[in-house]
């Protein structure tokens, strides 16, 4: 079976973000980027699946040169062949999606997964989008899946608890913490890594659907205020609880 | 918990390669999720955790430098350095195991073993199913293994062994031990392997240092050692100074791991903790202590890098790494006892990493030759004056 797996490059989560001059753009000077975390998830996943029926894992990466060291990571963690739709320009989510679809079109793969978000943007959109474009079924923020005789079975996180799904082959699935633990990529599979290929493709000409007009950081917390240290600081942190803090 | 995203204050990672900065960041994610919640527990009872083997082996992390036929991960030294720097980070006694099974087991059957040694032996090190140690220390021969007692006679098919090892790391737990004993006056290398009649390896108790580590005695009583176990191509006590020489430089890339931890839990500290008003970090003693962590860390970084450079070229002199090992180690503890002074009293309690660092480093200074060694060591090598024979 080919094997889909979407793999955006993210800020490090311990990034402090910095506006860019332009207003639209984070300042990249210093950012140091990783895997988006719930990739990590959904090339496990890839993984996981490859080992039991076998087939080819095809990590697809949509971005600039350096989303390279993010695709060359799922290929140290196992993945098969990786593939860098190049370009510099920010898409939004419906035609980064569209683009992706097109590439897993292409290549026949007949599951994809991805993660349930990308933790730059957050807009959890690209796997279901993807699966809109391809005609595949989809189940999103998968918990635990379970791949029987063609079938999947799929817990998804709900609000307050679980669903359990069941779907057919072909497939989107976006991954959520929980699933799997990702493996390390080991020595061995950084050595391998050397001998896969990254295809590097131009992408077709595409226009958002929508703009980004500007970023904007929110308000810097307020600094914490001691009150007193003995009983009478209580009837104080009440009041302000009530009138200036508003939650009781 | 944050990522650890360690010390680059020289913006050495332009230095590294790709593929180095990939094994070690790997490495430091591994730490980050597997040692370092663990191994205050560990630590605290005196245990190993036996159950990060298979994980680290998973990683290839037994062997780094050996070649890919072998089941090793045939990468350079450099590398090998990075990960011993990060396992470090994690715990002296963890970076031991692994100095140990990749740097005196493997090594040396790599070097001077068979090829029916090294196609049996080093796939199961690598892949952790079988554990080796290394004995050369004696209760009576520490500085001085020249003079060691252990050893063997020729006999009938093989050899019997006879004499006692002390101080080795691994003992207990190894299905393997890489043993040097003298044979007609001449130090040569014998497998020895668990469970062979009159061979016995008690742990030794009471450490106040390394205690996630296995540390024991290895007792021979004329124990028989068939042909085919003797390391056919060790040849004198220059095979086990060997041995030792490619651990050494695992260690000066190791206790910059130490260092990287301490120097991370005092500048949290320091920057979290109010005294007469502010953060202790805004006092200038501490700031200078902080700033002196830094400094010594980048300088020992760049010190390590040029050594790996040296040793993946064949330039290496073993001198070099003596330096390395005797400046880095001297500093770690520095390094570790001047972070427990700035957390103060919550310096000694185990919830933070300082006071375990600076107790395993009081080993790490003595181990594989000890401070003074190294100095006559380079003494020699600048002098032409040997200070000891
Ligand atoms: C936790 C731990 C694990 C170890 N693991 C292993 C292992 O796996 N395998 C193994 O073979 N060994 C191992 N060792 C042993 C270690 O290598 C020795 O402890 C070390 O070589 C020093 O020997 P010693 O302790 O007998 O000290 P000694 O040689 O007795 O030295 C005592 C002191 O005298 C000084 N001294 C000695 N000679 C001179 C001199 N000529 N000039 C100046 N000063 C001198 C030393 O520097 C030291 O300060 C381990 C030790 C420890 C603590």
């Known amino acids: ?248 | 918990m944050q990522n650890y995203t360690g010390v680059d204050y020289f913006n050495m990672d332009e230095l590294l390669s790709e593929d180095e900065i990939m094994v070690r960041d790997s490495v430091r994610d591994f730490v980050s999720a597997e040692i370092i919640p663990i191994i205050e527990e560990y630590n605290r009872e005196s245990k190993f955790p036996h159950q990060l083997i298979s994980k680290m082996a998973e990683l290839s992390l037994f062997g780094i430098t050996l070649p890919q036929k072998y089941g090793c991960a045939g990468m350079n030294s450099v590398v090998y350095g990075l990960a011993m720097q990060e396992l470090e980070r994690g715990d002296s006694g963890i970076r031991s195991f692994v100095s140990v099974q990749s740097s005196l087991v493997m090594y040396p059957i790599y070097t001077f073993g068979s090829e029916a040694q090294k196609d049996f032996w080093l796939p199961k090190l690598a892949s952790g199913e079988k554990i080796g140690c290394f004995g050369l220390t004696e209760p009576d021969f520490g500085s001085n293994p020249g003079g060691m007692i252990t050893k063997a006679e020729k006999v009938d098919g093989g050899y019997l062994l006879n004499g006692a090892k002390m101080w080795i790391t691994n003992g207990t737990l190894a299905d393997i031990a890489v043993v040097w004993a003298k044979l007609d006056g001449k130090v040569k290398g014998f497998l020895v392997e668990k469970g062979t009649k009159g061979f016995t390896a008690p742990e030794m108790k009471g450490k106040h240092s390394l205690r996630a580590s296995v540390t024991s005695e290895l007792i021979f009583d004329n124990v028989f050692i068939p042909e085919e176990n003797l390391l056919p191509n060790s040849d004198g006590l220059k095979s086990p100074l060997m041995c030792l020489n490619q651990a050494r430089y695992g260690i000066a890339w190791g206790v910059v791991g130490s260092m990287m931890a301490c120097y991370d839990s005092a500048l949290n500290y320091a920057k979290s903790r109010i005294q007469f008003g502010k953060p202790i970090a805004g006092f200038q003693m501490t700031q200078e202590k902080l700033v002196y962590f830094l400094t010594e860390i980048t300088k020992a970084q760049l010190l390590n890098l040029q050594l790996g450079r040296l040793k993946d070229n064949g330039k290496l002199r073993f001198q070099q790494v003596s330096m390395a090992k005797r400046n880095n180690c001297e500093i770690a503890l520095t390094v570790a006892r001047m972070s427990r002074e700035i957390l103060g009293a919550n310096g000694i309690l185990d919830e933070y990493p300082v006071m375990r660092h600076a107790a395993n480093l009081e080993s790490v200074k003595t181990y594989e030759g000890t401070h003074e060694m190294h100095t006559l060591i380079i003494g020699e090598d600048i002098t032409g004056l040997p200070a000891f024979s």
């Open chain 1, 1 to 248: 079976m080919k094997i889909a797996v979407c793999v955006n490059h993210v800020p490090d989560t311990a990034t402090k973000i910095k506006v860019g001059p332009d207003g639209k753009k984070i300042d990249t000077i210093g950012v140091t980027y990783i895997v988006n975390p719930y990739d990590e998830y959904a090339i496990e996943e890839g993984l996981k699946l490859k080992e039991k029926i076998s087939g080819t894992v095809y990590v697809i990466g949509l971005g600039g040169d350096s989303h390279k060291e993010s695709l060359k990571k799922a290929l140290a963690m196992g993945a098969d062949e990786g593939i860098l739709l190049k370009t510099d320009q920010d898409f939004d989510s419906v035609t980064v999606a569209k683009l992706l679809a097109e590439e897993i079109k292409s290549l026949g793969c007949e599951v994809v997964f991805t993660g349930k978000q990308s933790i730059d943007f957050d807009n959890s959109a690209t796997g279901q989008m993807i699966s809109e474009f391809l005609g595949f079924n989809c189940v999103s923020n998968v918990v635990s899946l379970t791949i029987e005789n063609g079938s999947l079975e799929a817990e998804r996180e709900i609000e307050g608890g679980r669903e359990v799904v069941k779907t057919t082959f072909p497939a989107v699935i976006t991954a959520q913490k929980g699933i799997n633990e990702p493996r390390y990529a080991s020595l061995k599979g950084i050595m391998a890594a050397k001998k896969k290929v990254i295809t590097e493709k131009s992408v077709a000409q595409s226009t958002s659907k929508t703009k980004s007009l500007g970023l904007r950081l929110p308000a810097p917390k307020n600094p914490g205020r001691i009150l007193g240290s003995d009983a009478e600081a209580i009837k104080e942190l009440v009041k302000l609880l009530r009138e200036e803090a508003k939650v009781i």
